[in-house]
């Protein structure tokens, strides 16, 4: 009979400090990552706060210290795919709403509000969504993002595809309604 053996331990053991020295770096970066995949700076900070909460709970469990960056994105990512699942598809931004983008508080409503594409955005399943967000505002390439998502690259570039395709339409659609 062989006895399982117990799972490696982190070279270093895990502490409050070393979670500060390793995530706080990231926090802006994840607020701005939070808030253009959500579109709304609130949703963003609460989604940055669970994802925090979520790392420090797995933080003695990570094996690798070198990548700490990529877990908390990619646990951020799922904690902003949760809440746009929860929200429904489609109603990311209402268009309808009468808003006046300068006494806005929210810079990523704002900012998507007043850009085409930002609006259009909003046409994207969450997927896709998350996809153009970390390919186009984090400038990840295709193998990265497929790491940081835990999905094989050829299905983070048919999501790219398809994403680009829907946006094309709703950008279409946009011209011919400023005609």
């Known amino acids: 009979m062989v006895e399982a053996q117990p799972a490696p331990k982190p070279a270093t053991a895990p502490t409050a400090a070393s ?8 926090l802006a970066a994840a607020y701005r990552l939070a808030g253009y995949i959500l579109g709304d ?19 003695p469990k990570l094996r690798s210290r070198d990548a700490a960056k990529a877990w908390f994105a990619r646990i951020l990512i799922n904690v902003c795919k949760t809440k746009l699942s929860a929200r429904g598809r489609g109603s990311v931004l209402d268009l309808n709403e009468d808003v006046d983008l300068a006494d806005s508080d929210d810079p990523f409503r704002a900012s998507l509000l007043r850009d085409a594409v930002g609006r259009a955005l909003s046409e994207l399943t969450a997927d896709q969504r998350i996809v153009i967000v970390l390919r186009f505002w984090g400038r990840l390439s295709m193998p990265e993002i497929g790491e940081r998502l835990g999905i094989p690259e050829g299905t983070a570039k048919s999501r790219q595809h398809y994403a680009l395709e829907t946006l094309k339409r709703a950008l279409a659609r946009d011209r011919e309604d400023l005609r």
Do not use: K, M, P
């Open 41 to 59: 700076a609130i949703e963003a900070q609460d989604a940055v706060q669970e994802a925090l909460e979520r790392a420090w709970n797995g933080w």
């Open 19 to 26: 979670f500060s020295t390793e995530i706080e770096g990231e």
